[in-house]
């Protein structure tokens, strides 16, 4: 099926865009840079477990945003009143930023025309019936599949989000962003004992290529496969041990350990672990590390960034240098280099700030399988849960949903309730082995920052890291 609503045409249904404009230009006189963000965004979320139903939403909103910056300040209102009224009301808070002026706008972001997705409708893509019955049938496959499955969950979700960006120039950026996701999840049971096994999975695309049995299909058999294969997990070790990292979705250790250090505000404020390293070496040598937001219909991606500047291809770390950071327009103005695309929100009632889009490391040489032959005595970690980490000095916990444990090259057994603990700065430079299987991840994530949520992709090849303390109950 194709987009059947309505466009969000804002200056054309509740806007006159002459005023608008006016009124913007009034608000960043003085001011060094600002804009009118405007939003329409539409989502479904159905939760199958249990064998019914748990839960069905559907949510609604629009809303602007307009925004003043002068030096380090932001001004910052927003509404979800969509009138000239409630501009000028909004106007009149996010000037108080403005102060008695003295800025000179900056430079307005280069016009694009790039389209890195469709502007179909994955709410509208499916019938309310196929997706329901879509749902029963994973459940069903899922439970025929093996007699110790004792509970089955499915979330089928959808969004469009649909932006107008008005600058103080004049220039208007409209963009249609789809967003899809399936995501399984099995329990099994054997001898009184219960292990689960998740997968996920989407993009910026429809939602009928997710809920095609060809595509459902293997994913609840890989979900299957990690909850039998925990089954039989022995209790992890603790201790240091070099680690193996599997390829695509354990690249969220890379995302969170080191990816937000690279975020210009941090590094702005010196509050980053990798602050004032510029050109220097932070990582062993062959470690080269994007982020990457043109990569069409991945999670992370973006035609142009939440401030109008083109999205890009931007180098981090090339063979183990440090050679850029990630920059708004705020923060790159601050610190004299050009912005790179990075300026993300939640919504209309969220500024700006620099974020990751699709942040990955690029594959090397080596054959995956002599990494871990290579392995004396560790873990080979192929599955993440959840993650924290400290971004002054890059300290993480990440604990481990599917790994094994290596002896003299050997993948043993599996082991259950593995954490990895480290910190990015010293696990940069402990990369020893680089396989040349780099993946993205399957379409899952989503990264934190300042109470804001935005869609991101993380990747990596196999990688071999060295020291990592390893948090188990087996000593």
């Keep these: 099926m194709s987009n059947t609503s309505t466009p969000f045409r804002p200056f054309e249904t509740q806007f006159d865009e002459a005023e608008a404009l006016k009124t913007l230009q009034g608000t960043v006189a003085g001011a060094d840079d600002g804009e009118m963000f405007l939003e329409r965004r539409r989502s479904e979320a159905l939760v199958f477990d249990d ?181 039989d997990a022995e209790p992890a070790p603790a201790g240091q041990f070099d680690v193996v990292l599997g390829p695509g979705w354990p690249g969220i250790l890379l995302h969170e350990a080191i ?100 942040t990955y490391m690029l594959g090397g040489e080596t054959d995956p399988n002599d990494i871990v032959a290579d392995l004396k005595d560790g873990i080979y970690a192929v599955g993440f849960g959840g993650g924290q980490v400290d971004i002054t000095n890059g300290k993480f916990v990440f604990s481990c949903t599917e790994a094994y444990r290596v002896q003299n090259g050997i993948v043993g057994a599996p082991v259950k309730g593995a954490t990895l603990i480290g910190d990015g700065a010293t696990a940069l430079k402990h990369i020893r082995g680089i396989g040349n299987d780099m993946a993205l991840d399957p379409g899952m994530g989503n990264c934190g920052k300042a109470g804001q949520w935005v869609p991101v992709g993380v990747g990596q090849p196999t990688l071999m890291i060295g020291g990592l303390t390893v948090g188990g109950s087996k000593i």
């Design 259 to 358: 990816g937000h250090g690279l975020e210009g505000d941090f590094n702005r404020k010196k509050t980053s672990a990798f602050a004032g390293l510029m050109g220097q070496r932070i990582a062993a040598k062959g470690v080269t590390v994007l982020d990457d937001g043109t990569i069409p219909d991945r999670r992370g991606s973006i035609s142009f960034d939440d401030e109008g500047t083109q999205s890009g291809k931007n180098t981090l770390i090339d063979d183990g240098i440090l050679v850029g950071y990630m920059q708004d327009r705020q923060n790159a103005r601050l610190m004299g280099v050009a912005p790179t695309g990075n300026g993300r929100r939640e919504s209309y009632a969220h500024a700006p700030m620099p974020r990751m889009t699709n």
């Design 51 to 231: 064998s019914r139903v748990k839960n069905a939403s559907y949510n609604a909103s629009e809303g602007f945003g307009l925004r003043a910056v002068h030096g380090e300040t932001t001004g910052y209102a927003h509404s979800t009143q969509m009138t000239q009224s409630a501009l000028k009301r909004a106007a009149d808070t996010a000037r108080l930023a403005v102060g008695v002026g003295g800025g000179t706008l900056a430079e307005a972001p280069q016009p694009t025309n790039q389209r890195l997705y469709t502007d179909i409708d994955p709410i509208s893509d499916a019938e309310f019936s196929v997706k329901l019955d879509t749902l029963k049938e994973i459940d069903a496959y899922a439970r025929a599949l093996d007699k110790r499955v004792v509970q089955v969950s499915a979330t089928i979700a959808a969004s469009l989000q649909e932006v107008e960006i008005l600058r103080p120039e004049g220039t208007r950026v409209r963009d249609v962003r789809p967003m899809a996701r399936l995501n399984i999840s099995v329990i099994v049971e054997q001898d009184g004992r219960r292990e689960s096994g998740g997968v996920g999975g989407g993009g910026r695309h429809g939602l009928l290529q997710l809920i095609a049995p060809e595509s459902w299909k293997p994913k609840v058999s890989e979900a299957m496969r990690v909850a039998l294969v925990n089954l």
